[in-house]
T-cell receptor, first 110, second 114 residues
Framework: SQQGEEDPQALSIQEGENATMNCSYK?????LQWYRQNSGRGLVHLIL?????REKHSGRLRVTLDTSKKSSSLLITASRAADTASYFC??????????FGTGTLLAVQP | SAVISQKPSRDICQRGTSLTIQCQVD?????MFWYRQQPGQSLTLIAT?????????ESGFVIDKFPISRPNLTFSTLTVSNLSPEDSSIYLC???????????FGDGTRLSIL
């Protein structure tokens, strides 16, 4: 399977703490995209990092990419209860198809 | 970002029947995709919906089971045929405006089979 892996599978933290999720992928990529999914709903696009970028920020989100290790991480700072969701990374190749990771279920306790 | 409307949002169907899911994008897009998300799992790409030609299917998915239409640059349908309990999943469409652009998703169709 080409599917990527994410760890941890589940993460429980207190409000105000930081959450870090890691993603490993198997294919060569043009970009790596991160998504949030709230309880079986559609996916919300969070951030896209290109293969020639090493770090990107958007609000409380920080994404890093290491193409030599085929890995990426998503950091959510100062987490809120509303951040509770599943988070997925997706590797984007030349054909624009996305290969998703297994996902991390984040629970932020108020 | 592209706004993607998908309908129905959910349905409950009898075994052996078919369901057609519609996906409408608010602007012209080059690429549209259909994904399946089985319960508690991640997303798996079913096919790429090409405008003006047949869809391109991923390994494990066939046209007879998942026929797709793409009549123009803003619309696509996915039909799930001859439904069985194993087809109970969330089906999502997505689109992006070109290579290297963010891929945006509809809210998904939650399908349950009786």
């Amino acid at each position: 399977s080409q599917q990527g892996e994410e760890d941890p599978q589940a993460l429980s933290i207190q409000e105000g703490e930081n959450a870090t999720m890691n993603c490993s992928y198997k294919t060569s990529i043009n970009n790596l995209q991160w998504y949030r999914q709230n309880s079986g709903r559609g996916l919300v696009h969070l951030i896209l990092i290109r293969s020639n970028e090493r770090e990107k920020h958007s609000g409380r989100l920080r994404v890093t990419l290491d193409t030599s290790k085929k890995s990426s991480s998503l950091l959510i700072t100062a987490s809120r209860a509303a951040d509770t969701a599943s988070y997925f990374c997706a590797a984007g190749g030349a054909t624009n198809k996305l290969i998703f990771g297994t996902g991390t279920l984040l629970a932020v306790q108020p | 970002s592209a706004v993607i409307s998908q309908k129905p949002s959910r349905d409950i169907c009898q075994r052996g029947t078919s369901l057609t899911i519609q996906c409408q994008v608010d602007s012209q897009v080059t690429m549209m995709f259909w994904y399946r998300q089985q319960p508690g799992q991640s997303l798996t790409l079913i096919a790429t919906a090409n405008q003006g030609s047949e869809a391109t299917y991923e390994s494990g998915f066939v046209i007879d089971k998942f026929p797709i239409s793409r009549p123009n640059l803003t619309f696509s349908t996915l039909t799930v045929s001859n439904l069985s309990p194993e087809d109970s999943s969330i089906y999502l469409c997505s689109a992006n405006r070109g290579e290297g652009q963010p891929q945006h998703f509809g809210d998904g169709t939650r399908l349950s089979i009786l």
